[in-house]
C-alpha cells in the first residue's frame, strides 16, 4: 500500500509547504445562482463581492481565496480545508484529495502566487439550480425541486445550522443575471487559457442560462468540456448536447450516480434507474471517439449500503465500452452533518468497512490506482472517528437523521424501510 511519500508529486509540495494545494489556484468553483466561489468541492463556498465585478476575474480571485492561498504558503493549515488534514491525520498511507489534486497539477505546483488576476485551468460552473432530482444530501441552493418542496413544507433540523430544509438558499430557478453577465464577460477573455471545462447544476441540461451559454461557445481546439449530469432526462435532451461535441478536444460526461436500483432511486429522489442506464447506453454508442463518460458518487449514510453496487456498475460499464468509460470518482459528504456515515453506530461501521474490504480485496485488480484509493478512503473514513467542522452532539444527528427520514419519505416512491438492509433500519427503528 502505497504511502503519501511515495508520490514524486509529495515532494514538490513540501518545497512549497506542510500544507500547499495548488487546487487553490488553478480549479474555481463558480455558483452564478448564488453568486459563490470555491476552489474545491470541500470547504463551504464563499460569497463574491458584488461590488468588485468590474474586474470579472474577482469571479475566481476572491479576496478570501487570495487570504488562503498566502496562509498555505506561508506554511499555514487553512481551517476551512477541514476534509484533507482530517484523511491525512489518519497516516501515512491516507491519500487524501489534495494529492490527487497535486498529481493533477504538478507542473504548476512551483510557479504559483498570489494574484489576483489568475486565470484558473479548471472551471466548473453552476448556472442556477434548476433540476429534477431532490438527491438526500442537496438543498434549494442546487436543486429547484427542493426549493418547492421546501415553500410547501419547510422542515427545521436540531443540527441544520445553515438552514438548508427551513430557509430557501434561492428561489426556485431564480436568474442571478448580476454573476451569470460578469461570467459572459471574463470567458472571452480566459477562453484560452483554460484547459477543462466542467458545467454543473442542479442539472445544467434542463438550464437555459447554460444552453444561452454553450451555444455562445465556438470551436476551441485545447478545451476540454464536461457536463455533471443526473441523466434521467428524455434522450432527445441527451442527443442535443451530442451535437456540440465536435467543438472541443475531448468532452465527458460525468454521470451522478449513488448506488443502484432501489438504493439509487431512494438516495436521488426522482431519479428513474433504468432511464439513466438507458442514458449511458446511447451517449457510449452514438458519439465519436473523443467522448467519455464515468460515474461519479457522493458517499452519505443513505448510499453506503449500495455502494459497491455502483462500483460494480462502473466495472461493468467499462468491460462493456472500453473506451468510452473513464474511473469512476467518489467523494464522502460532510453536509449535512447527520447524513454522514460517520454519525452510524461502531458496529454498523464495523461490517460496512468489513464489507467493502472484502469487495475490495476481490476486486482491486479490476481497479486504477485512484479508484483503490477512493475505496480505501471509504474504509479509512468508516474505521475513524472524524472530527465535524462544527461540534454538534451525535443525539441531535441522530435524532435530525431519523426526522429527516419521514420528512423524506413522505415525497418518496419507495419507503425507507422497504429500501435499506434490516440492520439500518432497526438502528434507526432504536433510535426512535
Known amino acids: 500500500m502505497n504511502k503519501r511519500s511515495d508520490y514524486p508529486v509529495y515532494q514538490l509540495l513540501e518545497k512549497r509547504g506542510n500544507f500547499f494545494c495548488p487546487a487553490k489556484w488553478t480549479e474555481l468553483y463558480l455558483y452564478l445562482n448564488h453568486g459563490n466561489s470555491n476552489s474545491c468541492h470541500h470547504p463551504l463556498p464563499h460569497k463574491i463581492p458584488r461590488e468588485m465585478l468590474s474586474n470579472p476575474s474577482v469571479l475566481h480571485n476572491t479576496p478570501h481565496k487570495l487570504a488562503q492561498q498566502s496562509l498555505m504558503i506561508t506554511d499555514q493549515r487553512p481551517e476551512e480545508c477541514h476534509m484533507c488534514w482530517h484523511v491525512e491525520d489518519l497516516g501515512e498511507t491516507a491519500i487524501s484529495d489534495r494529492i490527487h489534486k497535486s498529481i493533477t497539477w504538478s507542473n504548476d505546483i512551483n510557479a504559483l502566487t498570489v494574484d489576483p488576476n489568475h486565470t484558473p485551468k479548471l472551471i466548473e460552473v453552476v448556472f442556477d439550480n434548476i433540476c429534477n432530482l431532490m438527491c438526500s444530501y442537496c438543498d434549494s441552493g442546487q436543486s429547484s425541486t427542493w426549493a418547492n418542496k ?127 442506464i438507458k442514458n449511458i447506453d446511447y451517449w457510449c454508442t452514438s458519439t465519436p471517439e473523443h467522448c467519455t463518460i464515468n460515474l461519479q458518487s457522493t458517499v452519505n449514510i443513505f448510499n453506503i449500503w449500495g455502494i459497491t453496487d455502483m462500483f460494480d456498475l462502473s466495472i461493468k460499464l467499462k468491460q462493456q465500452y472500453p473506451n468510452k468509460v473513464n474511473d469512476f470518482y467518489s467523494t464522502i459528504v460532510r453536509f449535512p452533518e447527520f447524513q454522514t456515515i460517520s454519525i452510524l453506530p461502531d458496529n454498523l461501521k464495523h461490517d460496512l468497512a468489513n464489507n467493502i474490504q472484502v469487495w475490495l480485496d476481490h476486486n482491486t485488480e479490476k481497479l486504477s490506482e485512484i479508484e483503490n484509493n477512493y475505496v480505501r478512503k471509504i474504509i479509512l473514513y468508516l474505521n475513524s472517528t472524524p472530527e465535524l467542522l462544527r461540534n454538534l452532539p451525535k443525539k441531535n444527528l441522530i435524532s435530525d437523521l431519523i426526522k429527516f427520514i419521514d420528512y423524506y419519505d413522505k415525497s418518496s416512491k419507495k419507503k425507507f424501510k422497504e429500501v435499506y438492509p434490516s440492520e439500518f433500519v432497526e438502528w434507526v427503528n432504536q433510535c426512535r
Open 150 to 276: 421546501i415553500i410547501n413544507n419547510p422542515m427545521f433540523f436540531k443540527t441544520d445550522y445553515r438552514k438548508l430544509y427551513y430557509k430557501q438558499s434561492i428561489d426556485p430557478a431564480v436568474d442571478n443575471t448580476v454573476y451569470f453577465d460578469a461570467w459572459m464577460r471574463w470567458w472571452p477573455d480566459i477562453k484560452d487559457k483554460v484547459e477543462y471545462l466542467k458545467l454543473s447544476g442542479g442539472e445544467p441540461l434542463l438550464s437555459k442560462n447554460c444552453w444561452q451559454f454553450l451555444e455562445a461557445l465556438t470551436y476551441t481546439p485545447q478545451l476540454s468540456l464536461a457536463i455533471n449530469s443526473n441523466l434521467s432526462y428524455n434522450s432527445s435532451i441527451l442527443a442535443k448536447f451530442c451535437d456540440k461535441v465536435k467543438n472541443f478536444k475531448l468532452v465527458i460526461v460525468s454521470a451522478s450516480i449513488d448506488a443502484t436500483g432501489d438504493i439509487a432511486e431512494y438516495s436521488r429522489q426522482g431519479l428513474d434507474y433504468s432511464n439513466f
